[in-house]
């Protein structure tokens, strides 16, 4: 936890931009996994861990803005619960460690709730994201979980607050990404034919668990890299392969980091893979180069979209003007993601609060096949922290699809990509600071170029 000092000062500026009603913050509870006392990893939600700091199950809070009052709603634990799980500080504890001074039963909450609506006074909730959210948002405030979109001044004053890191919260996040590229590192060394692709899922989730933290995702190692979220660890590993891996660290605090890397699963690349791979590295280099306060993200993810098509055109895949091939979308075929996204106390910082307000300030999205996976395109401001994740992929389900319907004929060698159909995919990817002047990585260094990747094998 942070010095309480920095909670008491979060919730200051937050009061201050929402300017009046009350503002209702919803503590995770424990999730069961097949029975309830078997439980999922615990994790608290990450804006109660942002302004209240405190990671235990039970707990709600809200900060009455009107009357200038916060409260934190829990229960002590019962004999039971000591005995079986271990003890706690009082709720009186907890709250003093983050400066909250009044503390209530939960079972208070419903009735406060009540009366601050009685008294006319807006209650601003958060778009929920666990069903037992849903049915507390609507015993105790009466909105249908359909409708439960949450209050855009909240989300938005969250979103504007969280978005710019502070100088304690980039060494948490560094030590984060110092975590993440250890994984990497265990993992790109590791893999060889003849292995399961869950040796290396265990391995990346080891070296994570060993630094006191744990994944802040769904670890992603398989050698079809061209399936974008592939959480399958059942196969086995052959000679020719591109393995790729995509994981991260959680920090006990709750901050995250996100890497990717490919390796073959030889010792070295083949010519094909050599010069696929190359590109992806030009995508990504062009990308690093560009990024600096004022800039549109979505002007940095055309520009590693022109540079595939070119590296394409060379190797006879694509064809025709690269800026008109990206405008309409053929490149989506190849890279059908966004360059990257926020990263902070979420993996996809605050993917809960939306994308319309977190990557895109309000203004609205394409629905483009591929530009609509963007999850950030806004102009880029110091501070915010973000992954560049450029990728090219060979899909043989999204290459049937769009040859069938001659998409892109003009842009597409579709007889030349049928030739690389079993190819699989490519994507590195590292997190980076937006500083005043341009950008930092953040995290140590994993190897990037083909000739580093080689070096540690
Ligand atoms: N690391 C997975 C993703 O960014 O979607
Ligand atoms: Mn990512």
Known sequence: MFDKDTYVQRRALLKKRVGSGVLLFLGNDECGLNYADNTFRYRQDSSFLYYFGLSFAGLSAIIDIDED???????????????????QPTLKEKSGQVGVA???????LASFLQKAAQKGQTVHYLPPYRAEHQLKLMEWLGIAPAQQTGSVPFIRAIVDQRNHKSAEEIVEIEKACNITADMHLAAMKMVRPGMREWEVAAAIQAVALAAGGDLSFATIATVNGQTLHNHYHGNLVKSGDLFLIDAGAETAMGYAGDMSSTVPADKTFTTRQREIYHL??????ASVDALRPGVPFVDVYDLSARVMVEGLKELGLMKGNAADAVREGAHALFYP??????MGLDVHDMENLG?????????????????????LARPLEAGFVLTIEPGIYFIPELIDLWKGQRK??????????????????????????ITETGARRLGKKIPLTADEVEALR
């Open 337 to 342: 993601h966004g360059l990257g996204h926020m």
């Open 280 to 285: 992806q590295n030009a995508m990504h280099l």
């Open 102 to 108: 009044h503390t209530l039963p939960s079972t208070a």
């Open 355 to 375: 994308e319309l307000w977190v990557g895109y300030n309000g203004e609205p999205k394409s629905t483009l096949f591929g530009r609509k996976s963007l999850r």
């Open 408 to 433: 892109f004929a003009d842009f597409i060698n579709y007889d030349k990509v049928e030739s690389y159909r079993d190819f699989g995919g490519i994507r590195n990817e590292e997190d980076y600071l």
């Open 69 to 87: 009052k916060e409260i934190i709603f829990g229960d002590e634990l019962s004999i039971d619960h000591i005995v079986w799980m271990g003890t």
